[in-house]
């Protein structure tokens, strides 16, 4: 892609650095774009002159002609604000928006690098709301920053430079203006920041919990719960309100003090001018008086506008802090400079291995200890929490052992670059996981150049040929949102499709079968069992039906291996296996 990563790692530091960072690239059109804004915002300050020029010329009967150039000046400088606004809008605006492209690339390639565990701990509708809402955050500011902030710049650069050779006397008076402003603007900043995060975390729960409802309305309706869910949304949507009325309040308290501050000072330089021409105190005409009144209420407008955008800019620097929690978020499966895995034969051996999640008292796996043949299929039965899922998630590398080692024929997964060794293997969940596209598009996900005949081949071997091809659009056929327009049976026959197609060495199957019925379950296993011919194959089950034809069966308690044997040996031996399928 053009956007590359981005390299930059988000390190807590100030956000303003981080922006600066961030916008490195565009410095060049950043400053073209203010010179433009510039150019095409002249007529702003250039307008007070010519009028305090065309009032002296009617007051004390100069030539008339001033009358012209004067106003012939104006309509040039108007006339220039056009091309100048084109050149403007695609140079700083531009700048946002690629910001906003880069800043979206970055986030989702560090949430594909971040952990499972991340994952599992931050809810999909707080990632959706960074990805989204923050950047947008970011881009708003960046463009409010840049029509408010340079216009009140322009103003404010433009009044003092005439007032320093027209009426320089009453420079002082307008420079006051902004320390005073300055004081205001760092007793507002600390608070605000305070109540920005806090507005900002209240919008992420909501955010979560929103995603959480719609997730949920077919078991709310179908028990009638639809009050405990609005209930359970008005509570969040209420504190969300109130952070707010909190952020809003504090916004209007603070431009409410400074625009009287600003124009009580912009009354008595009114006063002070018409006073010192009246008295004949300083060289003042009438037009000064005019000229001196129209810069102070611009000048008072800008500095004005200019501290209207702190609470802009604190959302702005808000974002960046928000994305930061993305970016520096340690919990990231680190690939880089491991070995590259170009094949596999699919020989895994557990050497003591034992994983425990953080903060969890006891182990999930403790000395597992295990070697798989290639091409041998393992099952791992157990009750539930005795360490199944967590020991796939290990053979995947979702999870790195906290004791012992995983070796991938005789090299340690550790000394691996996991992305290079998943190339090689293939999971069939127990819910598969499609997205709104085509069945073409599903089964053949991150492929180039798969043929017809291998796609149909693949099809055909998981069941599911049969029933695509009655499909209206048959391989181009849009499933919908998570495969709605799809069974389950059908749903997961398209999995193992997918798994198919990609020819895997090393294969996992979790629960693949659970939730079908048995028309669909005996689809299903036809398609399983041309699926694991060959490949290094881990099966967790709780159907005999579909463990009872494994190699080697597993059985697990308490995260240990309790016992290890085919179908028949652990029947004889009368253990937790036997027990187990007795009462099935």
């Known amino acids: 892609m053009p956007h590359g990563p981005l390299d930059h790692r988000y390190r ?141 710049l322009a103003t404010l650069g433009g009044a003092l430079a005439v007032i320093s050779f027209g009426a320089p006397a009453f420079l002082p008076v307008f420079l006051l203006v902004v320390p005073a402003a300055s004081v205001l603007v760092m007793w507002l900043r600390g608070r605000l920041r305070a109540y920005n995060e806090s507005f900002r975390q209240e919008v992420e729960r909501l955010s979560s919990r929103v995603g959480e ?23 969040t949507l209420r504190q969300v309100f109130h952070a707010g009325m909190r952020l809003d309040g504090l916004n209007v308290r603070f431009g409410a003090l400074a625009w009287i501050l600003l124009n009580a000072l912009g009354v008595g330089c009114l006063a002070g001018a018409a006073l010192a021409a009246y008295r004949g105190w300083l060289a003042v005409t009438p037009g000064d008086v005019v000229m001196l009144s129209a810069y102070f209420a611009s000048l008072t407008g800008a500095v004005t506008t200019l501290m209207s955008l702190t609470p802009l800019i604190s959302r702005g620097l808000e974002s960046v802090r928000s994305l930061g929690e993305v970016l520096e978020a340690p919990d990231v499966e680190h690939n880089e400079g491991k070995a590259r895995v170009d094949a596999v034969r699919g020989h895994v051996r557990f050497e ?48 790195r052992p906290t004791e012992g080692r995983i070796l991938l024929d005789g090299a340690d ?29 599903n089964v053949t996900y991150g492929l180039e150049d798969v043929s017809e005949d291998a796609l149909r081949r693949a099809l055909a071997d998981a069941n599911a040929l049969e029933f695509v091809d009655r499909l209206p659009g048959g391989l181009d056929t849009v499933v919908g949102d998570r495969g709605a327009r799809l069974s389950g049976g059908q749903k997961q026959r398209l999995a193992i499709a997918r798994a198919l197609v990609r020819d895997p060495r090393v294969l996992v199957l979790d629960e693949a079968t659970s939730a079908l019925d048995n028309r669909s379950e005996a689809l299903v296993q036809e398609a399983l069992a041309r699926l694991v011919r060959g490949r290094t194959v881990f099966v967790v089950a709780h159907r005999l039906s ?19 044997g085919s179908h028949d040996e652990l029947l004889r031996s009368g253990g937790l296996y036997a027990a187990q399928a007795r009462s099935a």
């Open 12 to 152: 807590g530091e100030h956000p303003v650095r981080t922006l600066l960072y961030l916008y490195r690239e565009d410095r060049f059109r950043l400053a073209l774009g203010a010179a433009a804004f510039f150019v095409k915002h002249s007529p702003t300050w250039l307008t007070p002159v010519v009028t305090a020029h065309v009032v002296d010329v009617v007051v004390e009967h100069r030539p008339v002609a001033g009358i012209w150039v004067g106003s012939g000046l104006l309509l040039l400088v108007l006339a220039l604000n056009y091309p100048f606004a084109i050149l403007y809008t695609r140079w700083w605006y531009g700048s946002a928006r690629r910001l906003g492209m880069r800043m979206r690339y970055a986030l989702s390639r560090r949430m594909q690098q971040l952990s499972i565990g991340f994952h599992a701990r931050v809810s999909a509708g707080v990632l959706q709301t960074k990805v989204i809402r923050d950047v947008e955050g970011i881009e708003t500011s960046t463009q409010q920053v840049g029509d408010q902030g340079l216009a009140a």
């Open 213 to 235: 409802m719609t997730t949920l309305i077919p078991i709310t309706r179908a028990h009638g719960l639809e009050r405990t869910a609005l209930t359970r949304m008005d509570g």
């Open 352 to 399: 003591g291995v034992g994983y425990s999640y953080p903060g969890s008292p006891r182990g999930s796996v403790t000395d597992f200890t295990l070697d798989v043949r290639p091409g041998e299929t393992v099952a791992l039965v157990g009750a539930s929490g005795a360490g199944k899922s967590t020991a796939l998630n290990l053979v995947i590398g979702f999870l």
């Open 413 to 441: 997964l550790e000394d691996l670059d996991l992305r290079s060794y998943r190339r090689f293997l293939s999971v069939v969940p127990q819910e598969s996981v499609l997205f709104e596209g085509t069945i073409r598009d």
């Open 546 to 564: 579909t463990i009872r034809n494994a190699d080697r069966i597993v059985v697990m308690e308490d995260g240990r291996i309790a016992e290890v």
